[in-house]
């Protein structure tokens, strides 16, 4: 019954490839300048201060939330290859931009605000290339999918800093093109060649992607994207209503899985220095070393994932993956008698703040070039004596830390690839541009309120609270995922049409 040409498999797969390069260059796209912002801010415009950059940070994923229901949107009625290419030119020219936020003699801070938030928006293809890759792949193949589009984010996430550390070989000051007034520097040479990909990929989305939609079962089927490029039957298994409950009930779980990603990322810097005593750049260095550890363990199970699914379902291995979290979560909880080093010496004047609420808005790579000023010999470390709980809350061991970042890093890739998956078959083959917008919306709207979470919760109440919550909020995913269990079933197996 399954009918599909050769010719139509091998340019349906090389379509899907540029669908992953896309998703890899949209993570470049955010990962690749994020070490260097700090600095290139302070330089800019020295009116900028820390809560500042908390604001730039967040803007991104601001971007994207906005932009993913509208390009969604578009892909369901319009050949995806525009939206694609608009987004993509986007991020383009919001790179260069970023270029030349030195440029003007004010507000320089609020032009890359500007300039980080398009990035964002031009980011929010991501639905359109996972509603394309959902349409373009049978349900067997569908996991599999998943799993390398978000290896390939997850890649694009780690190589990011790696091309940023390259361009610090070009210096601060590098080279002045004066003609175009372009100072080609460690701060600007890694959104330029960000725009470069960017062009690349425009280039190949021409070149090399078509329309392609097969139906759950792999038989080629007519698109309302293509405009003449794809011949096929039409599907009739479109016929019937999505489940929204199931719908709902994911985009919550989506939502709980990217918080708690987002809090784990934040909260690292912080606790590892109320903790263990640690100056900020050996928090930075430490965590640095242990979450590039954890990206990489992520990576391997972004590919074995796709082998365990095929004999347990997707359904068990995400219950699976909540559990794993959750028990990571509360390896976290403070235990013992042993308090963490207090930080008795106030700080005034021109050294380096303290930890504050702030600085909870800022993942660790954010502070990695804040360097104590010359006339400071030691950075006091320790726990702060402002944050009270400091006084009666035991330390996490280190043992706690880095078995607690094992768990979580592998626990996050299985949820994460399990949603995407379970979602897309879900809807069936009804359009999906806009469901999907909504499922990254959600994870950007986490990627959003995780850290604004840990600057109020740890820092006025202590990780025994924090940790306590977020355990909290995972048993009631894990209660609401036993809710629907039965209902988070493909399209095509709720009608019948194929055996589960």
Same mark, same amino acid.
């Given at each position: ?27 470049v796209g955010f990962s690749i300048v994020i070490m260097s912002v700090w600095p290139y801010l ?312 303290r930890t504050t609420s702030i600085d909870m808005l800022m993942p660790f790579w954010s502070l ?22 400091? $006084? ?68 006025? $109440? ?39």
């Amino acid at each position: 019954d399954v009918v599909e040409t050769q010719e139509h498999y091998k340019s349906r797969w090389r379509s899907i490839w540029i669908m992953y390069l896309t998703m890899f260059l949209s993570s470049v796209g955010f990962s690749i300048v994020i070490m260097s912002v700090w600095p290139y801010l302070q330089k800019i415009d020295p009116t900028a201060d820390a809560s500042f950059l908390g604001w730039i940070i967040a803007s991104y994923s601001v971007g994207q939330m906005v932009a993913s229901p509208l390009f969604g949107l578009w892909s369901n009625y319009r050949p995806r290859r525009e939206p694609l290419v608009v987004s993509t030119a986007i991020s383009v020219a919001a790179n260069c931009l970023y270029a030349y936020v030195h440029v003007p003699h004010s507000y320089n801070k609020y032009y890359m605000l500007t300039a980080r938030a398009l990035v964002g928006f031009g980011a929010g293809n991501v639905a359109v290339v996972r509603s394309y890759i959902a349409g373009a792949t049978s349900l067997t193949e569908r996991t599999s999918a998943m799993a390398n589009t978000s290896a390939c984010q997850a890649v694009g996430f780690i190589l990011g800093p790696v091309f940023q550390t390259c361009f610090t070989l070009i210096g601060e000051e590098g080279i002045t093109w004066k003609l175009v007034n372009l100072q080609l520097n460690m701060y600007t040479a890694p959104v330029l060649f960000g725009a470069l990909l960017g062009v690349l990929n425009i280039i190949l989305i021409f070149a090399i992607f078509r329309e392609h939609r097969v139906d759950d079962m792999g038989r080629q089927c007519k698109s309302i994207n293509s405009e003449g490029e794809e011949s096929g039957v039409l599907d009739e298994n479109a016929e019937g209503n999505i489940d929204h409950v199931a719908v709902v009930a994911i985009n919550f779980l989506f939502f709980v899985i990217l918080f708690v990603f987002a809090v784990y990322e934040t909260i690292a810097t912080p606790l590892t220095m109320d903790m263990y005593s640690w100056t900020r750049k050996e928090a930075v260095f430490y965590n640095g070393i242990i979450l590039s550890v954890v990206g990489i363990e992520s990576v391997i199970v972004f590919m074995v994932v796709k082998t365990l699914s095929k004999k347990t379902g997707e359904r068990a291995i995400l219950h699976g993956g909540l559990m794993i979290v959750l028990v990571g979560f509360f390896i976290l909880l403070p235990w013992g008698k042993k308090l963490p080093n207090i930080q008795w010496q106030e700080i005034k004047n021109n050294s380096i703040p303290r930890t504050t609420s702030i600085d909870m808005l800022m993942p660790f790579w954010s502070l990695q070039e804040m360097q104590l000023p010359s006339n400071h010999t030691a950075e006091p470390v320790g726990c702060p004596v402002s944050q009270s709980w400091c $006084l009666n809350t035991p330390i996490v061991y280190l043992a706690q830390y880095i078995s607690s970042n094992i768990l979580i890093g592998l626990g996050y890739p299985v949820c994460n690839v399990m949603s995407y998956t379970l979602y897309s078959k879900i809807l069936g083959p009804k359009p999906q541009g806009v469901y999907m917008g909504w499922l990254t919306a959600s994870g950007s709207g986490a990627r959003i309120l995780g850290p604004v979470f840990v600057s109020q919760i740890y820092t006025h $109440l202590g990780p025994r609270w924090a940790f306590s919550l977020i355990c909290g909020v995972v048993v009631v995913s894990l209660l609401l995922l036993e809710i629907v269990y039965k209902r988070l079933i493909a399209f095509s197996v709720r009608y019948g049409r194929m055996h589960e």
